[in-house]
């Protein structure tokens, strides 16, 4: 009899084991809509990292710095939050709380660079100005927080893949790298102005070329699919409709930085610095809103 009940405990225990292993990341199975916050607000924060890094280049500038410093402020206020908030939930965000202890240690690693990240950025909101060594520093710390942070997002994405949106996986990866595309529009302003400020030039301006090439490949697989990407594309008239706004301000940006990006290219003039810094933001909006069309077909 003892032997008869040990081994229905072996084969209960096996069976919880099973289980266990294939529930999804977060306790309470979050719904396809969740899903979509999740994975909306995770990428978010890649281009947050990047907008802050920029927001401190054009201050160090000069260019419109009183705007950019209240910016800079604002941005770094909202990625602290949606942190927090991925971590313990956030009714405001709407997003669940994460139990996934693997995430949470990925959260955990991104916490700890933002601590360094983050002092540096309220020195500079606190004193108004950008010396030499924190554009050296917020240059070297804003790719590790990227990195990162794009970590979380790649866990959040195979979890949603797997659970909430297993119907239309393609949908995760979509929701994902469109999502990355408005990191791109930031990265490609930071590393033109990093150029344009004088540090490490040719480096900035190989990461440019690679970072813009990315977008405008990304923009088309969004559109019409791309294999290599594992993109399927998008028959949604209202979605097509909303990347074509975005490809028309992208024909208007591409040339600055493309320019900015060729080898033969010694100096950025202040008009051209001028027109990345007030047409970089229109891109960044118009891409947001193709993101949230793409996180709203989630949740149908």
Same mark, same amino acid.
């Given at each position: 009899?003892?032997?008869?009940?040990?081994?229905?405990?072996?084969?209960?225990?096996?069976?919880?084991?099973?289980?266990?292993?294939?529930?999804?990341?977060?306790?309470?199975?979050?719904?396809?809509?969740?899903?979509?916050?999740?994975?909306?607000?995770?990428g978010k924060q890649r281009m947050l990292?990047?907008?802050?890094?920029?927001?401190?280049?054009?201050?160090?500038?000069?260019?419109?710095?009183?705007?950019?410093?209240?910016?800079?402020?604002?941005?770094?206020?909202?990625?602290?939050?949606?942190?927090?908030?991925?971590?313990?939930?956030?009714?405001?965000?709407?997003?669940?709380?994460?139990?996934?202890?693997?995430?949470?240690?990925?959260?955990?690693?991104?916490?700890?660079?933002?601590?360094?990240?983050?002092?540096?950025?309220e020195s500079v909101v606190g004193s108004?100005?950008?010396?030499?060594?924190?554009?050296?520093?917020? &240059?070297?710390? *804003? #790719?590790?927080? !990227? $990195?990162? @942070? +794009?970590?979380? /997002?790649?866990?959040?994405? %195979?979890?949603?893949? =797997?659970?909430?949106?297993?119907?239309?996986?393609?949908?995760?990866?979509?929701?994902?790298?469109?999502?990355?595309?408005?990191?791109?529009?930031?990265?490609?302003?930071?590393?033109?102005?990093?150029?344009?400020?004088?540090?490490?030039?040719?480096?900035?301006?190989?990461?440019?070329?690679?970072?813009?090439?990315?977008?405008?490949?990304?923009?088309?697989?969004?559109?019409?699919?791309?294999?290599?990407?594992?993109?399927?594309?998008?028959?949604?008239?209202?979605?097509?409709?909303?990347?074509?706004?975005?490809?028309g301000l992208w024909a208007t940006f591409?040339?600055?930085?493309?320019?900015?990006?060729?080898?033969?290219?010694?100096?950025?003039?202040?008009?051209?610095?001028?027109?990345? &810094?007030?047409? *970089? #933001?229109?891109? !960044? $909006?118009? @891409? +947001?809103?193709? /993101?949230?069309?793409?996180? %709203?077909?989630?949740? =149908?």
């Amino acid at each position: 009899m003892k032997r008869r009940f040990f081994i229905k405990g072996i084969m209960f225990s096996a069976a919880m084991v099973t289980a266990l292993g294939a529930m999804p990341l977060w306790a309470g199975a979050p719904t396809a809509a969740e899903y979509g916050v999740v994975l909306n607000l995770s990428g978010k924060q890649r281009m947050l990292t990047q907008k802050m890094s920029k927001e401190v280049m054009l201050v160090a500038l000069g260019v419109d710095a009183q705007t950019n410093l209240g910016n800079l402020k604002k941005t770094a206020a909202l990625f602290d939050k949606t942190l927090k908030g991925l971590k313990d939930g956030d009714a405001d965000l709407g997003l669940p709380p994460t139990e996934s202890r693997r995430i949470k240690r990925q959260l955990g690693k991104v916490a700890k660079i933002w601590k360094g990240f983050h002092a540096t950025v309220e020195s500079v909101v606190g004193s108004g100005q950008v010396s030499k060594d924190q554009v050296a520093q917020i &240059a070297k710390e *804003n #790719l590790p927080l !990227l $990195k990162q @942070m +794009n970590k979380c /997002v790649k866990l959040y994405e %195979k979890d949603a893949s =797997k659970a909430g949106l297993k119907s239309d996986p393609g949908l995760a990866v979509t929701i994902n790298l469109a999502g990355k595309q408005r990191m791109l529009t930031q990265k490609m302003s930071k590393e033109y102005l990093l150029a344009a400020y004088g540090h490490a030039v040719e480096d900035n301006k190989l990461n440019l070329l690679e970072t813009y090439s990315l977008f405008e490949r990304t923009l088309k697989g969004l559109m019409d699919g791309d294999a290599t990407l594992d993109l399927p594309g998008t028959q949604n008239a209202a979605i097509r409709a909303q990347l074509e706004v975005v490809a028309g301000l992208w024909a208007t940006f591409k040339p600055v930085v493309v320019e900015g990006a060729d080898p033969k290219t010694s100096s950025y003039p202040a008009d051209k610095v001028n027109t990345l &810094a007030t047409t *970089n #933001l229109p891109l !960044l $909006k118009q @891409m +947001n809103r193709a /993101v949230g069309m793409f996180a %709203k077909e989630a949740a =149908k």
